[in-house]
């Protein structure tokens, strides 16, 4: 009995793999087109003398004036 259960387990791990791997590929070909939408933004923070927030998805920056607590200016990537 033991030896039949062990059998199927890596079986059916594979195809959980190869799922995940299919439905990761698809959320990619999907999202390509419509891109990040930068709705999950997080806290301020400063480095080297600039204040930014980061897109917590894909890790895009904008630049923040703490002065008024907005972020302004497009977004860029980390140098």
């Known amino acids: 009995m033991q030896r039949a259960v062990s059998i199927r387990q890596p079986q059916m791990t594979s195809q959980r793999d190869s799922l995940g791997t299919t439905l990761s590929a698809f959320k990619q070909f999907i999202g390509r087109p419509f891109g990040c939408w930068h709705r999950r933004m997080s806290w301020p923070m400063t480095r080297d003398g600039q204040t930014y927030r980061a897109c917590l ?23």
Do not use: A, I, L, M
Request: proline share 0%; glycine share 8%.
């Open 57 to 79: 998805k894909c890790g895009v920056r904008r630049s923040f004036d703490t002065k008024t607590w907005k972020t302004f200016g497009s977004f860029y990537r980390r140098d």
